[in-house]
């Protein structure tokens, strides 16, 4: 008697492959790696500032994977928190919850599993100092601004930018094991940073944010406020950026290059101040230009700082 063994079909199998890449890809864009490449970079810069050169290779790729897994868990919670609006709004209806490609019970499950995971790995791996702070940024970013603030003020991503100037710190903390008045000055760069390139952002989506019923600036004032304040923020962006320089006893290559590109990033926001002057709105503001000049700001900014401590 011969007995036929089957194989499952060609089409079957790589129909399983897809699901599988399909369901991994979702999880992951649930951690949102683009702001999670933003972090970094300010993170790994801010090492070599706090080793004056290249940082101990264990720590700094420590600081890197569970630093990673931090922002993961806040982003992956935030998604979870902020679902109904992800729906709402065209700029996010295609993330995987607002698609039904995970459930919010396993989104919440793996947000918190990554933020054990990352609490645990630095605290056993670097110090729990880093590992204190990572999970304050995880905690702050979920309660204080995603429940708290986003959905009540204006002032949402001036308070609630607080989170995302933690890996500052932390990068910090990882290499010596405390905090200092040098990272103190970079948590202040990205501080007064975030609302002007958040609220060009909310300038561009204004209809989206109006819709899902959240108070961005752009939506509760006029654009002649926005203008004004991202103006008044740039300011103070690049004066404390200035600040590392006697303060953390940089050489004169920072300062040069904080200078420059703090001019540039101040022409360009006092460009979009001349748009509205001449009379443009809306799209024709160009709000997107500005936003997209902050984000390379920041990272040339910050490629500066570990320029110079290797000089």
């Excluded at 790995?121 to 110090?127: C, E, F, H, R």
Aim: aromatic share 10%; hydrophobic share 55%; net charge positive.
């Amino acid at each position: 008697m011969t007995v036929l063994t089957t194989k499952p079909p060609t089409a079957a199998l790589s129909a399983a492959r897809r699901s599988t890449l399909a369901t991994v890809r979702a999880y992951v864009a649930l951690t949102k790696p683009r702001i999670i490449e933003l972090l970094l970079i300010t993170t790994l810069p801010v090492m070599f500032l706090a080793a004056r050169g290249f940082p101990p290779l264990w720590a700094a790729v420590a600081v890197l994977v569970f630093g990673t897994l931090s922002a993961g868990s806040a982003n992956v919670l935030n998604c979870y928190i902020d679902r109904d609006i992800d729906a709402t709004m065209r700029r996010t209806r295609r993330r995987p919850l607002a698609m039904a490609e995970v459930t919010p019970r396993n989104a919440l499950i793996f947000g918190v599993v990554l933020g054990v995971l990352s609490t645990l790995g630095l605290g056993l791996s670097v110090n729990w100092v880093a590992a204190g702070g990572s999970l304050g940024a995880i905690l702050f970013y979920v309660f204080v601004y995603s429940m708290l603030l986003k959905r009540r003020t204006s002032q949402n991503v001036v308070w609630g930018g607080i989170a995302g100037c933690m890996p500052v710190l932390i990068g910090w903390a990882g290499i010596t094991g405390r905090v200092d008045w040098a990272p103190v000055v970079l948590f202040g760069v990205v501080f007064f940073w975030t609302p002007p390139h958040t609220w060009t952002l909310a300038m561009r989506y204004r209809e989206d944010y109006a819709a899902a019923k959240v108070p961005m600036l752009p939506v509760v004032a006029g654009e002649r406020r926005v203008v004004l304040e991202s103006v008044a923020y740039t300011w103070a962006t690049v004066l404390c950026s200035l600040l590392l320089w006697p303060v953390a006893h940089t050489t004169p290559f920072y300062a040069v290059a904080a200078a420059v590109l703090g001019a540039v990033c101040l022409w360009e926001v006092y460009r979009l101040l001349g748009r509205l002057n001449a009379g443009k709105t809306g799209v024709a503001l160009r709000p997107m230009r500005f936003f997209h000049w902050s984000n390379a700001y920041l990272a040339l900014l910050f490629l500066a700082v570990a320029v110079d401590s290797l000089l």
